[in-house]
């Protein structure tokens, strides 16, 4: 197996489930038609992983290891991401996608979605521990082994089949979403916030009562 195909791989399907803040964001977007938000946010979370994947590769993790207090730190903050994003899904008015899938999303708007995916990770230093528990395990499973600048091509790889991932979602969400009607939508945005802000609060308090 090849260094860029690993990266590949472990981007797509790492971002196969739908629980992270960033998977959540652009499926949020699909579900209301704004298809072009929810890639631009899926791009941005998708650089901002592959620097924490390169990070984790030369080593960042072992800061993690000597400086104990860094781990709990990094996992409630990540714990206070879900919790907004949950709130945000809960209470945010929605809007009705047959009224606003006609207009394409201007360039500033698109610009600004990416700024969000790319801060909303960067903010998210589980990711950190996450990259780094993929590529012990890679290591452990396989014999690939990374030379001088192979980091780049890998990380870069991550990248590509984060952005693949998202796009098979969107595209997926275009053919099926406009079968259910807005209210539909509404209730399921809602239930996944209503899910995210208890998730949150079980884990906060079992990080605290641990």
């Not at 994003?85 to 500033?108: K, R």
Request: contains cysteine; neutral net charge; hydrophobic residues 55%.
């Amino acid at each position: 197996m090849t260094v860029a195909l690993a990266g590949f791989l472990m981007g797509f399907i790492g971002s196969m489930p739908i629980s992270g803040p960033i998977s959540l964001l652009v499926f949020h977007r699909g579900m209301l038609a704004r298809y072009q938000e929810g890639w631009a946010i899926g791009l941005g979370g998708a650089l901002a992983e592959g620097a924490y994947c390169a990070l984790a590769i030369l080593g960042l993790s072992a800061m993690h290891e000597r400086f104990t207090f860094l781990e709990p730190l990094t996992r409630g903050l990540g714990i206070l991401l879900l919790f907004a994003i949950g709130l945000y899904f809960t209470c945010a008015h929605q809007e009705n996608p047959e009224a606003s899938s006609v207009a394409q999303p201007p360039a500033a708007k698109w610009v600004g979605q990416f700024c969000l995916g790319l801060s909303v990770a960067a903010l998210n230093p589980t990711l950190i521990l996450t990259w780094s528990a993929a590529v012990a395990m890679l290591y452990s499973i396989t014999n690939l082994t990374f030379h001088t600048y192979d980091w780049i091509g890998f990380a870069a790889s991550v990248v590509v089949g984060i952005v693949a991932w998202f796009s098979a979602v969107l595209a997926l969400l275009r053919r099926f979403t406009g079968r259910f009607p807005f209210s539909t939508l509404q209730m399921v945005i809602r239930s996944i916030g209503v899910l995210l802000v208890v998730t949150s609060v079980i884990w906060a308090a079992s990080m605290l009562f641990s």
